[in-house]
T-cell receptor
Framework: ETGVTQSPTHLIKTRGQQVTLRCSSQSGHNTVSWYQQALGQGPQFIFQYYREEENGRGNFPPRFSGLQFPNYSSELNVNALELDDSALYLC???????????FGPGTRLTVL | GEDVEQSLFLSVREGDSSVINCTYTDSSSTYLYWYKQEPGAGLQLLTYIFSNMDMKQDQRLTVLLNKKDKHLSLRIADTQTGDSAIYFCAGLRGNQFYFGTGTSLTVIP
């Protein structure tokens, strides 16, 4: 158990819709990172939030956005969903920006 | 990703040792990590090694790092059926973790 939780576990949406995924970090961890893991692939870095501000982004378009709150919770929002957005979305919390990351169980998003 | 390469599959018999290999291109990572992912689950941190170390042992796990060849390996002694999973090596570039495509380990009873 990493102490990192995510909700929901599974989600089905249709193309063009918007989705919000949630993560609760370990208490005391100031940093949350989000990853997309397509089937059969390793996780790909989406972005990182540190003390409620974005602190780096991978190769993902602006329709992927996030929020981090003072209570160690965070959100990943995806607008205008595309079929290729179907994946497992993982959040990971860490004490600081370059510390070891502890992953949640993920949210499986299916876009039809 | 293209920064980290792993063989896709490994099959071993229960009780044997497993060796999972990884080669990476970016030598700037201060730490290198091994994560385990069981079907439908998130990533579980197994162990990590500081980049100036050659070897780290943690119970059944041994990590070897060859910085010159940019090669990292994970040895699992006395492999059990519960070790069947996908294993990812990962490095840290700045604040961004980068992962290999993972090695699927199957343990045959």
């Amino acid at each position: 158990e990493t102490g990192v939780t995510q909700s929901p576990t599974h989600l089905i949406k249709t193309r063009g819709q918007q989705v919000t995924l949630r993560c609760s970090s370990q208490s005391g961890h100031n940093t949350v990172s989000w990853y997309q893991q397509a089937l059969g692939q390793g996780p790909q870095f989406i972005f990182q939030y540190y003390r409620e501000e974005e602190n780096g982004r991978g190769n993902f378009p602006p329709r992927f956005s996030g929020l981090q709150f003072p209570n160690y919770s965070s959100e990943l929002n995806v607008n205008a969903l595309e079929l290729d957005d179907s994946a497992l979305y993982l959040c990971a919390s860490s004490l600081d920006r370059i510390d070891t990351q502890y992953f949640g169980p993920g949210t499986r998003l299916t876009v039809l | 990703g293209e920064d980290v390469e792993q063989s896709l599959f490994l099959s071993v018999r229960e009780g044997d040792s497993s060796v999972i290999n990884c080669t990476y291109t970016d030598s700037s990572s201060t730490y290198l990590y091994w994560y385990k992912q069981e079907p439908g689950a998130g990533l579980q941190l197994l162990t990590y090694i500081f980049s100036n170390m050659d070897m780290k042992q943690d119970q059944r796990l041994t990590v070897l790092l060859n910085k010159k060849d940019k090669h990292l390996s994970l040895r699992i002694a006395d492999t059990q059926t519960g070790d069947s999973a996908i294993y990812f090596c990962a490095g840290l570039r700045g604040n961004q973790f980068y992962f290999g495509t993972g090695t699927s380990l199957t343990v045959i009873p």
